[in-house]
């Protein structure tokens, strides 16, 4: 069964940095693209970048281009995000997501992550 | 990139009844050279990840009720509940992937 397990709820100081894990079970790094996406409280969802751990460049939103890194360790399936320079408008919860790989580009969004709580405050 | 915008931000259904969501695109996510178009939709229930229904607009997920339906094709999709039951009060989402993924901002549903 494809799993992705993140990392726990973290608190951080504005202007700081934060990172984010997320690990694979089953097949999924093998076969799909992991992104990550985030949903601000109450709010809807935004696609951040992902990566294709196979081949290890991954793709950015324009919006988080010069603060996020996606990065992916092949050797324990794990996905990283970090995430730079955090205000208080950074405040969401973090999923990532396994990606389906269609014939023209990526596609889907399944499984999720179960989530990670990053809070933003002084 | 691709405005996803639903309609209604929420609606109140009877148990039983059906429920219609709206998502339009801001340009056509149908390819031509596969005429397939690039859209999905997801269920999200309180304190839960969103969850996948379907996606090809029309294709439902292994283990999805078939209550639950995708149409449309262009810039215009519906997720239509054929008979709404309590289980299905949750938050809907459609997303494109034509281009950079973006999502819409979320269809309400509860029960009347």
């Known amino acids: 069964q494809v799993q992705l397990v993140q990392s726990g709820a973290q608190v951080k100081k504005p202007g700081s940095s934060v990172m984010v894990s997320c690990k694979a079970s089953?097949?999924?790094?093998?076969?799909?693209?992991i992104s990550w996406v985030r949903q601000a409280p109450g709010q809807g969802l935004e696609w951040m970048g992902g990566?294709?751990?196979?081949?290890?460049?991954?793709n950015y939103a324009q919006k988080f281009r010069d603060r996020v890194t996606i990065t992916a360790d092949e050797s324990t399936s794990t996905a990283y995000m970090e995430l730079s320079s955090l205000r208080s408008e950074d405040t969401a919860m973090y999923y990532c997501?396994?990606?389906?790989?269609?014939?023209?580009?990526?596609?889907?969004?399944?499984?999720w992550g179960q989530g990670t709580l990053v809070t933003v405050s002084s | 990139d691709i405005v996803m915008t639903q309609s209604p931000d929420s609606l109140a259904v009877s148990l039983g009844e059906r429920a219609t969501i709206n998502c339009k695109s801001s340009q056509s996510v149908l390819y031509s050279s596969n005429n397939k178009n690039y859209l999905a939709w997801y269920q999200q229930k309180p304190g839960q990840p969103p969850k996948l229904l379907i996606y090809w607009a029309s294709t439902r997920e292994s283990g999805v009720p078939d209550r639950f339906s995708g149409s449309g094709s262009g810039a215009d999709f519906t997720l239509t509940i054929s008979s709404l039951q309590a289980e299905d009060v949750a938050v809907y989402f459609c997303?494109?992937?034509?281009?950079?993924?973006?999502f819409g901002q979320g269809t309400k549903v509860e029960v009347k």
């Open positions: 997303q494109q992937y034509y281009y950079t993924p973006t």
């Open positions: 089953g097949d999924i790094f093998n076969t799909y693209a």
């Open positions: 990566i294709i751990p196979t081949f290890g460049s991954a």
């Open positions: 997501a396994a990606e389906h790989i269609t014939e023209t580009t990526v596609g889907w969004f399944d499984p």
